[in-house]
Every structure is written in structure tokens, then in C-alpha cells.
């Protein structure tokens, strides 16, 4: 069992360009969540997802965020016109049914030039 | 809101010291709360949740309800516990709202 994965573990973009990021969960988990770690700070929730349906993004900025867990394939964290301040590292985790026990992934860091 | 608070940014103890990592949480109802915590180079884990009451590699936490605290202990700090240490709330039962602290980055000196 190979846990949570996550790729790429480091991604690079410019301002302007689209950042993609995917998790997948790990094997028997149908519930996916996303944090934020922005330096110094905590994790910040972000969105939790089950297939192909969005339970609660309200940490989720409004414009630019989106976020997916479709019936086959991993869940993607979509971050549109990137600014520096998105810059940060992004963990996925995953539970399974009705737990409250979260499995993390190792984390994508994004920089934005 | 709920709310984590851990003061502390940065800890070091001497190897063999006592250790505590204050916690402190703000909900008006009944929290669960749980310590993660994060060794260099991996991943996130769970190192214990209140409901099991249970010590892990030495530590224990004991929710106090008046001082609204989840302090971790530790009587006797090892090498191999310097790590970053997360305080986590969750208010409804559901990890969809776990709510983390900012994190203690703790050193234990040789």
C-alpha cells in the first residue's frame, strides 16, 4: 500500500500560468481533503471531496481554485492564473468512510515566479 | 470559529529533559483533538488523538475542558523526537473539519 501520492512534489510556474496538482488516495479511502501550508503559517483546510462530489470547499478562495475527485483517476487541485501569493506547499490527505483519521500525502510545494 | 492555538514556534530541550507542547483550542462544544506530527522528510502522521488516551513513543495528552488546553508530555525527551508537531481540532465528528495549529518545530539537544 503505497499510501497517499501526490505529484509532482515540486512544481514551478510563472504568474499568469496554470498549476495542476493530484493526489491519490490511499488504496480503500474514498474521501479526499486539501490543505495549504503557506510559510510560517499552519495547515489551512481547503476542500473535501468524496468521487465526484464536492462535500465542503469552504476554505476554497473564491476565484482561481477549483477542485475534483472524478469516478476513475486521482483528485486535482486546479490553481488558474497563478499569482506569487499562491506559492506554497499543498498536502492532500485521505480518510475512509465515516473516519476522522486523516493519511497525508507528502505534499506539493508550489513556487510562483 | 474554532480556533488552535500553539504559542510556541520553535522549542529546544536537552535529551532526557521533560518536554511540553502547549495546545490551546477555542469551540464552544466537544472538540476532538488529535497531535500530528511531521519528522524530517516525511510525511504527516498521527501521533495520538484524545478519545484513545493512550501514550505513543512516551507521549501522552490529556484534554483539559476548563483550561480548553491539549498539551503534549513527554517526561524523558529523546534525539529522535526533534520534529514539527501540529495540534489539530476537529468540532464535528468529521475530518472535513479539522482545524491545525500552526505548528511547534521541536529540537531535543544531545
Known amino acids: 500500500n503505497a499510501g497517499v501520492m501526490q505529484n509532482p512534489r515540486h512544481l514551478v510556474r510563472r504568474r499568469g500560468q496554470e498549476a495542476r496538482l493530484r493526489c491519490s488516495p490511499m488504496k480503500g479511502h474514498s474521501h479526499v481533503y486539501w490543505y495549504r501550508q503557506l510559510p510560517e503559517e499552519g495547515l489551512k483546510f481547503m476542500v473535501y471531496?468524496?468521487?465526484?462530489?464536492?462535500?465542503?470547499e469552504s476554505g476554497m478562495p473564491k476565484e482561481r481554485f477549483s477542485a475534483e475527485f472524478p469516478k476513475e483517476g486521482p483528485s486535482i487541485l486546479r490553481i488558474q492564473q497563478v499569482v506569487r501569493g499562491d506559492s506554497a506547499a499543498y498536502f492532500c490527505?485521505?480518510?475512509?468512510?465515516?473516519?476522522?483519521?486523516?493519511?497525508f500525502g507528502a505534499g506539493s510545494r508550489l513556487t510562483v515566479l | 470559529a474554532q480556533r488552535v492555538t500553539q504559542p510556541e514556534k520553535l522549542l529546544s530541550v536537552f535529551k532526557g529533559a521533560p518536554v511540553e507542547l502547549k495546545c490551546n483550542y477555542s469551540?464552544?462544544?466537544?472538540?476532538?483533538l488529535f497531535w500530528y506530527v511531521q519528522y524530517s522528510r516525511q510525511r504527516l502522521q498521527l501521533l495520538l488523538r484524545?478519545?484513545s488516551r493512550e501514550s505513543i513513543k512516551g507521549f501522552t495528552a490529556d484534554l483539559n475542558k476548563g483550561e480548553t488546553s491539549f498539551h503534549l508530555k513527554k517526561p524523558f525527551a529523546q534525539e529522535e523526537d526533534s520534529a514539527m508537531y501540529y495540534c489539530?481540532?476537529?468540532?464535528?465528528?468529521?475530518?472535513?473539519?479539522?482545524?491545525f495549529g500552526s505548528g511547534t518545530q521541536l529540537t531535543v539537544l544531545p
Open positions: 471531496l468524496q468521487k465526484e462530489n464536492i462535500i465542503d
Open positions: 490527505a485521505s480518510s475512509s468512510s465515516g473516519a476522522n483519521v486523516l493519511t
Open positions: 469551540y464552544s462544544g466537544s472538540p476532538e
Open positions: 484524545h478519545i
Open positions: 489539530a481540532l476537529s468540532f464535528s465528528g468529521s475530518a472535513r473539519q479539522l482545524t
